[in-house]
């Protein structure tokens, strides 16, 4: 059926009450004409129901004034169908009120965003936000985005903070979440002031992106406060550790340290190096440390740990000051490489404390040794003995020789005892024991004063060997003390007789005399020989006594045992004079050969005693008849 007000002049319609709007049917509202819409007054449309607004065409709506509009409730405009949202013009919407704002839609505020105007926008509530899509926030002016509240902001989705193509206010961008940060877009972050970078919590830091963080300029790297810098993550510090200040390297934590990388660090300037804390260093790894190629401070260097030093590279290592390298524990010095200690130069080397050296390891010290001073030599320990190889000791001047401790030297093995090629001194002579003494070389016993010499305690002095015994010279031999002849072995002996002073010769034992062999014996002058004692006479064997060249004395013959006369040579019986004839025992005589007596002369026999007579054998006397006397003759015996 037609309704009744199609047949109604607008004029008609104008003047229909509130309750006579109010009684049409939707029906009949939706059959007004876009002239007759155009006359209804606010307080008719406000009579009008929702279900009554909704029924009006799209084409109504798009001819609706102000003051029409400002009618609609907010029931009213919340159920307006998207094709009349979508007749509604800017100039339409823009009229909208902050109420019936506050009513639309988030599917409304979607339709109707870009025409909003900017206190509308500020007047949307979050739970409107959704309706501000992507596609939406792409398109906002500065100033809409602008007015948008922090609320709202605070309500965004990741997706719709990416969107936003244009810079959020200090504000908006205070009010971001922790999970909106990393939605921001490099455009975005690009183009942030100070103050909104500023405005970036130190809990939404961390959050944000590497790929985010690497978008920001130098300039705006540098804005960042110390709270921020801090809450920079390991992988953020490395993104941006180049663009770092020194203040902001300073701020950084140890829990930030593994940040800075090995590659960042080997580009760090030795300002920005210096601006990193003592704590930041102590957290750094081996390979961090091995990177860097700048100079550490001394304060940098005394924080580092026994773990890291071995990272230190040879470059940094070459460039240490003697404050620098004083700067390096006594707990640090023994883990250094030898690689390590080898790049120090002589400069550096003797620039180490007394506490430093006295840390180096053996291996250490063998590799440093030539390069150390006097000073440094003493303060060696005997731990690091072993560190001065026989290599290094053949290679030491006696000046540095000199400053090896007392209890260094008798801490050498016997090998490097022979690697001396210069004097020991007088007391590391005295220092040295039973088990090194085999060990000095032939050069520095022939080098040795009689000071020296003298240094060579008892002990030692029969643990040497023949060999080195004989390369003393008659000198030397004669200097040593009556002590130290006495210690002599009888092998000893043999290799020095020929060079002993009467005074040695006179001190020798039983134990040493044979020592004193054919060849020596043989060669000793009457002084020499007559310096030997009775008692060493009588520990000689038939072969020494045949050795002897020149006359006993009378003493020497009286000690002469039955076993050792057959020995003496005809050279020496035919030399003795009537005192020493004398001196051979009765019990002696009848032990001479034949051939021994046979070397006396008519005088030698006529001088024999009634008693040696007696002595003789029925031999000696068939070869002595025609020169005994006839005084003589009466007391032989065995004729």
Known sequence: MTSIVTSMSTAQIAVLTTKQIGALASSDIAALSTAQTQVLTSLQIAAMSTADIVSLSPAAIALFSASQLDALSSKDVVALLPSQIASLSTAQVQTLTTGQVAALTTAQVTALALELSTAQIAALTTAQAPGLTAAVLASLTTTQLAAISTKEIAAFTTTQIGALSVSLTTAQIAALTTAQAPGLSAAVLASLTTAQLDAISIKEVPVLTVAQVSTLSTAQVQTLTTGQVAALTTAQVTALALELSTAQIAALTTAQAPGLTAAVLASLTTTQLAAISTKEIAAFTTTQIGALSVNLTTAQIAALTTAQAPGLSAAVLASLTTAQLDAISTKEVPVLTVAQVSTL??????????????????????????????????????????????????????????????????????????????????????????????????????????????????????????????????????????????????????????????????????????????????????????????????????????????????????????????????????????????????????????????????????????????ALTYAQVSALISELSVAQTPFIVNI
Request: hydrophobic residues 50%.
């Open 345 to 614: 130069s002589t400069a550096q080397v003797q620039a180490l404390t007394t506490g430093q050296v006295a840390a180096l390891t053996t291996a250490q010290l063998t590799a440093l040794a030539l390069e150390l001073s006097t000073a440094q030599i003493a303060a060696l320990t005997t731990a690091q003995a072993p560190g001065l190889t026989a290599a290094v000791l053949a290679s030491l001047t006696t000046t540095q020789l000199a400053a090896i401790s007392t209890k260094e030297i008798a801490a050498f093995t016997t090998t490097q005892i022979g690697a001396l090629s210069v004097n020991l001194t007088t007391a590391q002579i005295a220092a040295l024991t039973t088990a090194q003494a085999p060990g000095l070389s032939a050069a520095v016993l022939a080098s040795l004063t009689t000071a020296q010499l003298d240094a060579i305690s008892t002990k030692e002095v029969p643990v040497l060997t023949v060999a080195q015994v004989s390369t003393l010279s008659t000198a030397q031999v004669q200097a040593l003390t009556t002590g130290q002849v006495a210690a002599l072995t009888y092998l000893q002996v043999a290799a020095l007789g020929a060079s002993f002073t009467t005074l040695e010769i006179s001190t020798l034992s039983t134990a040493q005399a044979p020592g004193l062999t054919a060849a020596v014996l043989a060669s000793l002058t009457t002084t020499q020989l007559a310096a030997i004692s009775t008692k060493e006479i009588a520990a000689f064997t038939t072969t020494q006594i045949g050795a002897l060249s020149v006359n006993l004395t009378t003493a020497q013959i009286a000690a002469l045992t039955t076993a050792q006369a057959p020995g003496l040579s005809a050279a020496v019986l035919a030399s003795l004079t009537t005192a020493q004839l004398d001196a051979i025992s009765t019990k002696e005589v009848p032990v001479l050969t034949v051939a021994q007596v046979s070397t006396l002369s008519t005088a030698q026999v006529q001088s024999l005693t009634t008693g040696q007579v007696a």
